[in-house]
């Protein structure tokens, strides 16, 4: 009798600790995350499009007249990037000549711009220094080469020859560009500080019509923001 009591005993222990095994229910949906990062290149003019140079007086002549902070451009990127510039034109557009005296042909290079934030380009715009004409700047669709003036970054993609990414509000020192225009006529209306000889420019003999003739004129500068190449 004890040995069946301690077998049923044994037995019901057993049963307590045995559970049954049942298949686990699941379901899973799915669902795709997709990510598209646009890269974005923002250069903005924050001042007026417009500078006026009125040269009414011997001594505006004779001194010339300095813009400071004539135009001011920001520079918002995801990306490396290069500004540049360069005239439009190998010449200034006479829309208006007052005199039959001198010549309206004008180099580009007549106009004179300084930066405020400085190049390691080997042509650049670190100090007072005329602008290229659209030939000599040696832009082409748009595209420039070691010869063009860089505003920031250079031609190359090296280490050091662009800027980096990032927004004029955080980073006004690199980001934020003012820059300074300068005209000096002098007399006869020469532009002595010119990088080019007005006589070659306009190909007249030394001493006959070299000098700029009394009248209105115009120049388009291009600021060119690209990605680092």
Not at 25 to 47: A, F, K, P, Q, W
Not at 104 to 122: C, D, K, M, Y
């Amino acid at each position: 009798m004890r040995k069946f009591l301690f077998v049923f005993v044994a037995i019901l222990a057993l049963g307590c600790f045995t559970t049954k095994s049942y298949a686990q229910l699941s379901d899973e949906e799915y669902n795709y995350v997709t990510m598209d990062l646009r890269g974005i290149l923002n250069l903005t003019m924050t001042t007026n499009p417009q500078v006026d140079f009125v040269f009414s007086t011997i001594q505006e002549y004779m001194n010339g007249i300095t813009r400071f902070n004539a135009v001011q451009l920001e520079v918002d990127a995801t990306m490396a990037w290069d500004l540049f510039a360069y005239a439009s034109t190998n010449n200034w557009v006479q829309v208006e000549q007052y005199s039959t005296n001198g010549s309206g042909v004008l180099p580009a290079e007549i106009l004179e711009i300084q930066s405020s934030v400085l190049s390691s380009a080997p042509v650049n715009l670190n100090s007072f220094t005329s602008i290229l004409g659209l030939e000599n700047s040696e832009v082409g669709g748009g595209i420039p080469t070691n010869n063009t003036q860089f505003l920031a970054g250079q031609f190359g993609t090296a280490a050091g020859e662009s800027f980096d990414p990032g927004t004029a509000a955080a980073n006004p020192g690199t980001h934020r560009f003012r820059l300074d225009m300068r005209l000096v006529p002098d007399i006869p209306a020469t532009f002595p500080n010119s990088a080019l000889d007005i006589d070659a420019a306009i190909g007249a003999p030394a001493g006959v019509d070299d000098y700029a003739a009394a009248g209105y004129y115009y120049l388009e500068v291009v600021y060119s923001l690209v990605e680092d190449l």
